[in-house]
T-cell receptor, first 114, second 114 residues
Framework: KAGVTQTPRYLIKTRGQQVTLSCSPI?????VSWYQQTPGQGLQFLFE???????NKGNFPGRFSGRQFSNSRSEMNVSTLELGDSALYLC?????????????FGPGTRLLVL | AQSVTQLGSHVSVSEGALVLLRCNYS??????LFWYVQYPNQGLQLLLK??????LVKGINGFEAEFKKSETSFHLTKPSAHMSDAAEYFC????????????FGSGTQLTVLP
């Protein structure tokens, strides 16, 4: 099976712009979670989607949003970018609730905000 | 709230020596437990997991971990380090209740000396 894919892999934006990142889960996986990784804060949970519904959300401002499509693909959006949003954004997929909950990660999208 | 503590942000071992990376969790109910590895500029790769059953878990690349409920620990070991093991290692917990998110430790950077 193909793994989790994320596009784009690298992105450079300027402050105030918005950005959309995409994630395609492993075939058959219906849950997608997003994480932000920075040197200072480590790995932090953003949100989780299952069956096109946000089921859980981390402690991030409303500028961070996401959605999931009927084919389980997910996008996350960051509006009004700030310098501190520079990070590696990781997407993970899993089978979903009621399963062993193992999450498999994609290669990440590295976002640089100038 | 769940938390994960990884003792030692940097660990150095000689090639062929024992690798021991420590992980302790705080939770009233033992969670699902995971170890992930991250190589430079890559996503997270699952090394091993404990969900239920045997407390000694074997993973990929010769790694294993033992769940010790009395010590709330899930330390990662490998009998003989290889140069290719140099990477950052993350311990993570996933609660068995309704709060569905992985909580990560701060990571341990493993250096393997020739």
């Amino acid at each position: 099976k193909a793994g989790v894919t994320q596009t784009p892999r690298y992105l450079i934006k300027t402050r105030g712009q918005q950005v959309t990142l995409s994630c395609s889960p492993i075939s058959g996986h219906r849950s997608v979670s997003w994480y932000q990784q920075t040197p200072g804060q480590g790995l932090q949970f953003l949100f989780e989607y299952f069956s096109e519904t946000q089921r859980n959300k981390g402690n991030f401002p409303g500028r961070f949003s996401g959605r999931q499509f009927s084919n389980s693909r997910s996008e996350m959006n960051v509006s009004t970018l700030e310098l501190g949003d520079s990070a590696l954004y990781l997407c993970a997929s899993s089978l979903g609730p009621g399963t062993e909950e193992t999450q498999y990660f994609g290669p990440g999208t590295r976002l640089l905000v100038l | 709230a769940q938390s994960v503590t990884q003792l030692g942000s940097h660990v150095s071992v000689s090639e062929g020596a024992l690798v021991l990376l420590r992980c302790n969790y705080s939770s009233s109910v033992p969670p699902y437990l995971f170890w992930y590895v991250q190589y430079p500029n890559q996503g997270l790769q699952l090394l091993l997991k404990y969900t239920t059953g045997a407390t000694l878990v074997k993973g990929i690349n010769g790694f294993e971990a033992e769940f010790k409920k009395s010590e709330t620990s899930f330390h990662l070991t490998k009998p003989s380090a290889h140069m290719s093991d140099a990477a950052e290692y993350f311990c993570a917990v996933f609660p068995r209740g309704s709060a569905r998110q992985l909580t990560f430790g701060s990571g341990t950077q493993l250096t393997v000396l020739p």
